[in-house]
């Protein structure tokens, strides 16, 4: 079983940046495909990024060009680092893996085995 755990949330202002984390309790990182999801206040999660094995990344229109996915196999984690944050992107942000294989893309929740509780990222006007 794959244990996933997020850190990094907080408050911050429009304009601010926040730097994600999720550490995994085993190798599937190294040899699956990891992603981001968010769920807004009273809305539906949604995909936010994903990053497969091979370093190949897929990032939701939404924030294009604002947020950086990114995966570290030696340490077994994933980050993400999100920049010129607006009010619209407070949500809980959650990190999800696959097992190993080869599907791809990978935006929809039931495409990911394992999941972690979630960091809360709060962005003021």
């Not at 244990?3 to 940046?17: C, I, K």
């Not at 990344?57 to 294009?64: H, N, R, W």
């Not at 196999?73 to 680092?81: C, F, I, P, S, V």
């Amino acid at each position: 079983q794959v244990q996933l755990v997020e850190s990094g949330g907080g408050l911050v202002q429009t304009g601010g940046s926040l730097r994600l984390s999720c550490a995994a309790s085993v190798m599937h990182l190294s040899s699956g495909a990891t992603g981001w999801f968010r769920q807004p206040p009273g809305k539906e999660r949604e995909f936010v990024a994903a990053i497969r094995w091979n370093n190949i990344i897929d990032y939701a229109d939404s924030v294009k060009g604002r947020f950086t996915i990114s995966r570290d196999g030696a340490k077994n984690a994933m980050y993400l680092q999100m920049n010129s944050l607006k009010p619209e992107d407070t949500a809980v942000y959650l990190c999800a893996a696959t097992r190993p294989g080869g599907r791809w893309p990978l935006r929809v929740s039931s495409d990911y085995d394992y999941w972690g509780q979630g960091t809360q990222v709060t962005v003021s006007s």
